[in-house]
């Protein structure tokens, strides 16, 4: 089990060693334990042979991330509307869970991503002029190679992120 210690997570509450108030629910623990063993899972073998486990797991992500699961298909229902049956909401779903889930798998193997930035001297130019750089991305891929690429530049960044509704996985 995750080791608590003191910790404040963003809901406020505070973990003595154990659960003292009830915002870390059983399903945290259960999600969390899943979470550990698909990083494990992930990190074996090649990236080519990582995607492709990625891949066949992504058909059961919605048993497990129920919660996003369900945003999932609201979401694609507004899109949609009657214009979609619910098994086509479904197979988009799915599919947009593998993606989400490669999209860890780039972070947890940052190395092996590759992050090239179209019009790169402009940063450079704008930061040896003292001018800072707002770089922004959308919540689709992978942000962890992203920063780890902005920083082997040499360059001070800031992230800003908003932390995970578990906050074991955190």
């Known amino acids: 089990l995750p080791e608590f210690g003191t910790r404040t997570f963003s809901s406020g509450c505070l973990l003595l060693g154990t659960m003292m108030q009830s915002r870390i629910h059983i399903r ?16 074996k073998g090649d990236l080519a042979s990582t ?11 919605h048993t497990v991330f129920r ?10 229902h507004l899109v949609f509307g009657p214009a979609l049956s619910g098994r086509g909401r479904s197979c988009l779903a ?5 993606q989400h889930l490669l999209s860890y798998v780039e972070g947890l193997r940052s190395d092996h991503v590759d ?3 179209a019009d790169g001297e402009n940063v450079a130019e704008a930061y040896e002029q003292g001018r800072g750089v707002l770089m922004c991305g959308v919540h689709l891929g992978s942000w962890e190679s992203c920063v780890k690429w902005s920083a082997g530049t040499g360059y001070p960044i800031v992230c800003v992120y908003r932390r995970a509704q578990n906050p074991l996985s955190d």
């Open 94 to 98: 799915t599919i947009a869970f593998e």
């Open 28 to 43: 945290h623990y259960g999600e969390w334990l899943a979470l550990r063993a698909a990083m494990r899972y992930v990190k």
């Open 115 to 117: 992050v090239k930035l």
């Open 51 to 61: 995607h492709a486990r990625v891949r066949r797991l992504s058909s059961i992500a």
């Open 67 to 76: 919660n996003e699961w369900s945003w999932a298909l609201k979401n694609l």
